[in-house]
């Protein structure tokens, strides 16, 4: 390996060690320099996680050997597209997040108002846990090794209940379920490594998917259902609508945006890698099955919501429903277009799901509330909100021009090919339905004349993360053909697509 | 002739450990009942960890690198303890009660 | 006293469900287990052939702070991170509360007890620091009997060291991580893997990690113990 490489390489050490080193400054930082430290870490971050995509672009995958020992005796990362294109992700949902909460997180909650003796809760610690947010998501899009994806699970686990605890009572009490869930999925995920350790002797998921065998599937059946409770798949969803609905708006991004996609990406890389030898087509369509239901049953709950931010929280329910059809799609005899349209869906949908959430932050802000019947008319005082909420909504439905329509109609063209008529008329059903729930809040702020009184200005930034978010998600759908490219770098789905022996 | 062997013995263990702490953290609404069991279960878990790598490189010798990770696990453990522990303080506090409530009562409040 | 599902039909229905899937479960999970195919394999021995290169003699040690550091450097995360977490949610007023616990009973035998016990702890706390190199011990282990100390001055109301100004805590809780991200940071920097010490300062290396992780973590432990009951000045 050549200087300029090893140079080039250690961009994925930054990725991590970059937020990580700004959560403890914001931590060391006294009141006066923590909003310091929060600037420098969403100026730098950033920056680490496009110099490592443009490496793994120029370089194509790279093996990066920490503490150069090498699995089965070190730890490995793995940066191919797949985790690359997550990383990058990561990076652009929460770099605006960041933006938005660097004005909106200075009162508690978004500026919702805090009733009788309920102690508002502290702010100090809103960017240590941020940046160890962003920095566990990175670490465990990188690692190749299932006992630190552990570790890393539980980082992600822990940052993500404290954030959403943030904003009082009722997210108390979301946070500690959310945090009871996490370890339980976190622990049955262990067992599950503990199992493939013991046959095999090694971590390394790419050195598990030589030995693999149909002995494991004990060890798949743990992790799978370990992941499945933190990716909120129905009906294993119970605590995702509290939690998501009752966090600050930039927590409720990243949580709804990309912590449930970090485990969705996790049981994808297992299935597409340790996994992809074992028999799994009974199990891929069970998990097929359950997304349906998720995508029906959650765009059925959010048309039956009464606030903004449960509606976003149950669209988010259905719409990871769409991630699972992947595996039934995908899998047995691998069908690549399944792969690769469920991971651009995960994209697109992280970007717009995120802009919709920064879009509730901006309403609550302006409105103090987020009830649906007391909205009507809040285009007009918020076009710029609303106008991004209307083009995150086009990602959600699936119509061009719009991420969300390339990811489905990859997955409708897979669905054809393979014959499963029925996962073709749930995907499209599906955007009918979330056509309802979006319409339900757009068409009222925008035809009511008069608009709500009272209401706080929004500070721009916090609108224009939002906006900018949102029209992410639609250039996304110009930007297909370079993503998948992207995608391909490293080929990660060859094992389940045929192109490995 | 013993049925088991000494790594199948623990491993069993900790298996019934963990079913039993799973079932705990299912059952119960108590929060520090469910800490317990979350902690029974991480239990359960180290001891498949160790028990399934017992002399598989040295005959009769625990294997280090399944030792490493008990000791990284046990370490989260308390960490996540300590957390769920000071959440339910708290969830105590504001609400007089340490039982968590069902899911439906966490819709934010008008 | 827990809240029971029995009281309805419908909850018996479903504790008898929880309690069925909970056996089924087990019944899997113990096949699963016992029937585990155990061939040997080279692991352990890639261990004991490498461990010389690590810097240490104890291979525990060695997988610990060398071959998987960096699982290691996470999980003191994972300490760090629950502190903030308990600090978050920490009630205003309950963040600065008196030294108190003046009912609590003090008296020449305690006084001679902690006089003798805490500099033990220390010392010991110490020894398993420096063992850890070639034998059962090391940070992990250090820090706890150095929580274990702290939290015997918090049950008998001694304040030393707990009130040190709220910046110095903060630093001396943040070293063990910020010492051995930085060591990762510098081998990165001078064009080395991420956390691949110099073969000839690696001793020294994860010795002066250990030493940072074990004060970090005894104190991280011990204001986990208090929860959000801590003084602070300036916050």
């Excluded at chain 1, 923590?34 to 995958?61: E, K, M, N, S």
């Excluded at chain 1, 509290?242 to 966090?247: G, V």
Aim: hydrophobic letters at 55%; aromatic letters at 10%; proline letters at 6%.
């Amino acid at each position: 390996m050549s200087g300029p490489d090893v140079a080039a390489e250690a961009w994925l050490v930054w990725s991590v060690v970059v937020p990580f080193l700004a959560g403890s400054l914001a931590f060391l930082a006294g009141r006066r320099l923590r909003i310091a430290a929060a600037l420098f870490g969403l100026a730098a971050t950033p920056i680490c996680t496009a110099a490592a995509v443009y490496t793994t672009h120029r370089l194509g995958p790279v093996r990066y050997r920490i503490g150069g020992w090498g699995a089965p005796l070190g730890i490995d990362w793995l940066a191919d597209g797949l985790s690359m294109l997550l990383v990058g992700t990561t990076g652009l949902v929460l770099l605006l997040a960041g933006i938005h909460a660097v004005r909106s997180i200075r009162a508690p909650s978004g500026g919702e108002q805090k009733s009788g003796t309920d102690a508002q809760p502290t702010i100090a610690y809103f960017w240590p846990l941020y940046f160890f947010l962003w920095g566990s998501l990175n670490a465990l899009f990188l690692s190749n090794d299932a006992f630190n994806l552990y570790v890393c699970l539980e980082l992600l686990g822990f940052s993500s209940a404290a954030l959403m605890a943030q904003a009082g009572r009722e997210a108390l009490t979301a946070a500690i379920r959310y945090l009871f869930v996490s370890l339980l999925g976190s622990l049955l995920y262990l067992l599950g490594v503990a199992l493939l350790f013991g046959a095999h002797g090694t971590l390394d998921l790419q050195a598990l998917r030589a030995v693999a065998s149909s002995s494991d599937l004990a060890a798949l059946a743990l992790m799978t259902t370990g992941l499945l409770f933190k990716t909120a798949l129905f009906p294993l969803h119970f605590w995702l609508p509290a939690a998501h609905a009752n966090a600050p708006a930039p927590v409720s991004a990243a949580l709804s945006g990309l912590v449930v996609k970090a485990s969705f990406y996790l049981l994808v890389r297992l299935w597409a890698g340790p996994f992809a030898p074992l028999p799994t087509a009974d199990a891929a369509a069970v998990l097929g099955t359950l997304g349906a239901a998720a995508i029906v049953w959650g765009s059925v709950q959010a048309l039956r919501q009464r606030r903004l931010k449960m509606l976003i929280a149950y669209s988010t329910v259905a719409q990871l429903g769409y991630l699972f059809l992947l595996f039934p799609l995908g899998a047995p005899h691998g069908n690549l277009e399944a792969w690769t349209g469920g991971l651009y869906y995960a994209v697109s949908h992280a970007l717009a799901k995120s802009a919709l959430f920064l879009c509730a932050g901006c309403v609550v802000w302006a409105a103090g509330h987020d009830r649906l019947a007391d909205l009507k008319g809040i285009a007009r005082p918020l076009p710029v909100t609303m106008f991004a909420f209307a083009l995150a909504g086009v990602t959600l439905l699936g119509i061009p021009p719009s991420g969300g329509f390339v990811g489905k109609w990859n997955l409708v063209s897979a669905a054809v090919r393979g014959g499963h008529w029925a996962y073709a008329v749930i995907i499209y059903g599906g955007g009918l339905l979330a056509a309802g729930y979006v319409f339900r809040v757009l068409a009222p702020s925008l035809l009511f004349q008069k608009s709500p009184a009272g209401l706080r200005k929004v500070p721009w930034p916090m609108e224009a993360a939002a906006l900018t978010l949102a029209i992410a998600a639609v250039l996304l759908d110009f930007l297909a053909d370079p993503i998948f490219a992207f995608l391909a770098i490293g080929r990660p789905f060859a094992a389940v697509t045929g192109g490995l022996p | 002739m013993p049925v088991l062997d000494t790594g199948q013995l623990y491993g069993v263990t900790g298996a019934i450990l963990f079913s039993l702490g799973l079932y705990g953290t299912l059952r119960h609404r108590h929060l520090i009942r469910k800490i317990l069991a979350v902690n029974v279960m991480g239990t359960g878990v180290f001891l498949v960890l160790v028990a399934t790598r017992y002399g598989r490189g040295v005959p009769g010798a625990p294997d280090p690198v399944a030792q490493a990770m008990v000791l990284t696990g046990i370490v989260v453990a308390v960490s996540a303890t300590a957390m769920a522990i000071a959440f339910t303080l708290r969830v105590h506090a504001t609400t007089g009660s340490a039982h968590l409530p069902d899911a439906d009562a966490e819709e934010p409040r008008p | 006293m827990s809240e029971r599902y029995e009281k309805t039909g419908g909850g018996r229905v479903l504790g008898a469900m929880t309690a069925a899937f909970g056996g089924l479960f087990a019944v899997g999970l113990l096949s699963a287990v016992a029937g585990l195919a155990r061939p040997a394999d080279d692991l352990h021995g890639a261990v004991l052939d490498r461990v010389d290169e690590s810097g240490v003699s104890h291979p525990v040690t060695a997988v610990l702070l060398n071959f998987r550091a960096f699982d290691t450097l996470l999980e003191i995360g994972v300490v760090l991170l629950a502190l903030f977490a308990v600090w978050s949610i920490a009630p205003p007023q309950g963040r600065i509360v008196a030294e108190g616990a003046a009912s609590l009973p003090t008296g020449p035998v305690l006084e001679a007890f902690l006089q003798i016990f805490l500099p033990t702890l220390v010392v010991a706390a110490g020894y398993l620091l420096w063992r850890g190199a070639e034998a059962p011990g090391g940070a992990f282990q250090a820090g706890a009997l150095l929580a274990a100390a702290g939290v015997m001055l918090l049950v008998t109301a001694t304040p030393f060291p707990l009130a040190i100004p709220a910046a110095l805590l903060r630093a001396a809780i943040l070293a063990g991580f910020g010492v051995f991200g930085l060591i990762g940071a510098a081998t990165a920097a001078a064009g080395r893997e991420f956390l691949d010490y110099p073969p000839a300062y690696a001793k020294v290396l994860i010795l002066t990690i250990e030493a940072a992780a074990a004060v970090s973590i005894g104190l991280a432990l011990v204001h986990l113990f208090r929860g959000g009951l801590f003084t602070t000045r300036g916050e």
